[in-house]
């Protein structure tokens, strides 16, 4: 099961990029992941897993081949500080989240 991060991480993905396809959005998170693991090699994130967990949970909904947050998927990443669309500031944040 992937951990909160990489949740987080999609989530936050999703949501600066929407509607997102599903390549654009592996491209983006394989990239994202990259970094993690480079800080932490103990990080591996499986993408797919990640994909059908906030699907069944209602957090993201696929419209044809487009990734979109749901309003509960939304809640979520407010919860975590990261919410706002294509804020720098928030890149920062997630980053702080990561090397703690």
Request: net charge positive; charged share 30%; proline share 3%.
């Amino acid at each position: 099961m992937p951990d909160t991060t990489h949740i987080l991480a999609l989530l936050f993905l999703v949501n600066v990029f929407q509607p997102i396809s599903e390549d654009e959005l592996r491209r983006e998170y394989d990239q994202l992941v990259r970094s993690f693991a480079a800080a932490k090699p103990a990080y591996a994130g499986n993408f797919q897993e990640a994909v059908d967990l906030l699907l069944k949970n209602g957090s993201m909904r696929k419209r044809g081949d487009r990734y979109s947050l749901t309003a509960e998927g939304f809640r979520r990443i407010a919860t975590a500080g990261i919410e706002k669309i294509r804020d720098k500031d928030r890149l920062f944040y997630l980053k702080n989240l990561l090397y703690k």
